[in-house]
């Protein structure tokens, strides 16, 4: 059994260590992840760790395994991650030691904002759209231009799931509200084939040698999508950093070997290469300031 141990706070960029330590095709046939020591997982973090434990069950064929501390800071950890929606997402296939931490509020009844939630269809996403608007405006005191900025960011992200990912099985979202970073967390992701699959289908992007990073920097771009920019589209992605430049929001996405990181509010930008996993996956901090209008 492969045992490896979760930092105690995990991000996105700590998940990439993880996935190193994943084992491949020739690994072992049970993984067991020990959050003994862990008190902080970020909502991307969450979702991206289902997306790894639906490739290890449902693609590898292996057997998964939780381990938990039974008290302290850690386990209440674990709690708050089930009040978040977390082992409701994950495969049921999964062990867990000593016990699953369960949900102790109903669903939809806390302040996460929006917990980690499936997304089955077209119409489930329009749907969601809608929650989302009612979340935000329950939860924070943006402004109604503000909220309906980050519902067009979720609607398109949502319709790239639909139009690009040919993802066989749903996409995820969950919005979350961390007061101690003094961001609100955006996240939106799939298991679908990726940016760079998609983009490398592209007319003038066939006889180019595009890595996975910069294919997501290309996707960004106004007019680029699969469907080549005679065909008036590859509008999602772009408008979604013009609206993460307006708000001054850092915008991660990270899809298949690659990712691109935009930070506004820091007037950073910078991509690279990452432990592969399928899909895509993009979080949106939004500082819990007031935004511009």
């Known amino acids: 059994m492969k045992v490896i141990p979760i ?21 072992e046939k049970t993984v067991q992840f020990d959050f003994s020591k862990t008190t902080f997982v970020s909502s991307f973090a969450m979702i991206l760790f289902i997306l790894l434990c639906e490739d290890l069950i449902h693609k590898q064929n292996r057997k998964v395994v939780f381990k938990f501390n039974k008290s302290g800071k850690e386990c209440a950890c674990m709690f708050i991650l089930a009040r978040l929606g977390f082992f409701d997402c994950l495969p049921d296939e999964i062990k867990y030691y000593p ?10 009844s806390n302040n996460a904002i929006l917990e980690v939630t499936e997304i089955k269809s077209e119409k489930d996403a329009i749907n969601k759209i809608d929650l989302v608007e009612s979340a935000i ?12 900025d980050i519902c067009t960011m979720v609607s398109e992200m949502l319709q790239n799931i639909f139009v690009h990912s040919e993802a066989k099985r749903h ?5 979350q509200a961390y007061p101690h970073l003094r961001n609100v967390q955006l996240v939106i992701a799939d298991s679908g084939i990726g940016i760079p699959e998609t983009i490398r289908t592209a007319e003038e992007f066939k006889e180019k040698e595009l890595t996975d990073e910069a ?17 008036d589209r590859g509008e999602g992605l772009s408008r979604c950093l013009q609206l993460s ?3 001054s929001a850092k915008l991660y996405i990270r899809s298949n070997g690659g990712y691109a990181f935009f930070s506004f509010q820091h007037k950073k930008k910078f991509s690279s290469s990452a432990q592969f996993l399928r899909g895509t996956q993009i979080f949106v901090n939004f500082p819990m300031m007031a935004f511009s209008t």
């Open 7 to 27: 930092p105690k706070n995990l991000t996105e960029d700590e998940f990439d260590i993880i996935l190193k330590q994943t084992p491949g095709v020739l690994g």
């Open 99 to 108: 016990y699953k931490p369960l949900r102790r509020v109903s669903r939809g």
């Open 137 to 148: 405006k329950r939860n924070t005191d943006y402004s109604q231009s503000q909220v309906l």
């Open 171 to 175: 996409g995820l979202i969950s919005i």
């Open 215 to 231: 294919a997501i920097v290309e996707s960004v771009k106004k007019g680029v999508s699969r469907f080549g920019r005679r065909a």
């Open 245 to 247: 430049a307006k708000h």
